[in-house]
């Protein structure tokens, strides 16, 4: 439902829209054969900046219930990369906060407990948080104890006084799935130790205008964050941005935040806030262009496979990711110039795209059918992808990479 336009964080009404993507359907509701017929909910997809503390956020709040527990099919452990980041994370982590079996670590968003998991290997106590059933259920089954519920104060509460306070949080691209900001980083707040550290990821909202990310907007993600804006949101809560770490090849480009509850800021932080400022990304004239660059960019995308199509090439997809669901929705793009979509998540495998209700099937249809091209979807995966796809490629297949700019590999 549309919301009072007030900033997510600091609730001033000072939102400034400047992309609008149309009316789409939720990106992770995939959709049963069976029930191809019946209506799918389309939801505006609108998006601001805040004048006052320069947050971007969508304007459209989705129950997060139907976004997470009735229709979310994302689990972690089917890409082989984040595994592997992952487990550097927690084993550096390991050593660098010298963490052993009276250490506790928290997870929020823990999914199928991918990462959880090399911390208990260690012996060193771990608790997740996922409201989503599926991938809740799935941990357990690796032995991850999880909290099937919605993070905030109240669990935070009850979390603190069952375990005591964490000597870890961490929150990987679940920050921009919160509607409620302030009450996810107040109970953060009141869970971590005096001298704990919290860690979050999610991408990184220059990177997103730069390259030109839009297909990385979606329901599910509420707000897209800078340092500026994470530095302001959690300073409200009383704790500080220390030190920024930079991924360039993760989604796009992803941030990780060190967070504590004492100040001790970092030169590297100290230089991101700074070259923000420069940069202007604290001012609505940084984002006031950028629907005119994805105009471009779909003219392009949509007038290429068109093309391709009409000089009789057959056409694939690669990824039924919720970038995907947007990139197809938006551009119009259905079963008249793609054929089927594949992906390795076999939950997702047997379903159609939303909106454009493209079938999806396993990895294995591009070399049982041998399309001319593939799009490729998950971008922010494409080594691991042109890596695991080499025989595809080998047999003359091409990919199309459809940001920055479309791009055939």
Request: hydrophobic share 40%; with cysteine.
């Amino acid at each position: 439902m549309s919301r009072e336009l007030k900033c997510r964080s600091c609730g001033e009404p000072a939102l400034r829209p400047f992309l609008s993507l149309g009316n789409t359907p939720l990106a992770d509701a995939l959709v049963l054969p069976e029930r191809v017929d019946e209506p799918e909910g389309r939801f505006p997809l609108d998006v601001a900046f805040c004048t006052g503390c320069s947050l971007v956020q969508i304007l459209e709040e989705v129950p997060p219930e139907q976004l997470f527990v009735d229709n979310y099919l994302y689990f972690s452990s089917f890409s082989d990369e984040l595994l592997r980041h992952s487990r550097e994370h927690a084993l550096g982590l390991i050593d660098q906060r010298e963490l052993g079996p009276e250490s506790l670590v928290v997870e929020l968003a823990s999914n199928d407990g991918y990462l959880l998991r090399n911390f208990a290997d260690k012996g060193i106590a771990v608790a997740g948080v996922d409201p989503a059933p599926d991938q809740a259920e799935a941990a357990e089954a690796a032995g991850i104890p999880t909290i099937k519920e919605f993070f905030g104060p109240e669990l935070a509460r009850r979390m603190r006084a069952d375990l005591g306070p964490a000597d870890v949080i961490i929150a990987n691209n679940v920050m921009a799935h919160v509607p409620d900001l302030n009450g996810f980083v107040e109970g953060m707040s009141l869970l971590i130790a005096d001298d704990g550290l919290i860690t979050v990821e999610n991408p990184y909202v220059r990177e997103l205008i730069r390259h030109c990310e839009f297909d990385t907007i979606y329901h599910e993600h509420f707000c897209y964050f800078s340092c500026t804006a994470v530095d302001a949101l959690v300073r409200r809560h009383g704790l500080f941005l220390n030190h920024v770490e930079f991924f360039p090849d993760l989604h796009g480009g992803t941030l990780r935040w060190h967070i504590g509850p004492r100040e001790d800021v970092s030169d590297v932080a100290a230089q991101y806030l700074d070259q923000e400022r420069r940069d202007g990304l604290d001012t609505f004239e940084y984002f006031a262009a950028f629907a005119e660059r994805v105009d471009r960019i779909r003219a392009g995308l949509v007038d290429q496979l068109r093309q391709l199509r009409g000089d009789g090439a057959t056409i694939a997809a690669y990824g039924a990711a919720a970038k995907g669901s947007t990139l197809l929705n938006y551009m119009g793009i259905g079963t008249d110039l793609v054929d089927f979509v594949v992906d390795r998540n076999v939950h997702k495998q047997g379903r159609l795209m939303p909106g454009v209700h493209i079938p999806v099937r396993d990895t294995s249809a591009l070399l049982e059918e041998q399309p001319d091209y593939v799009l490729m979807l998950a971008w922010n995966f494409k080594d691991e992808i042109l890596s695991q796809q080499a025989e595809y490629r080998r047999r003359g297949g091409k990919f199309i990479v459809p940001i920055p700019n479309p791009e055939i590999l």
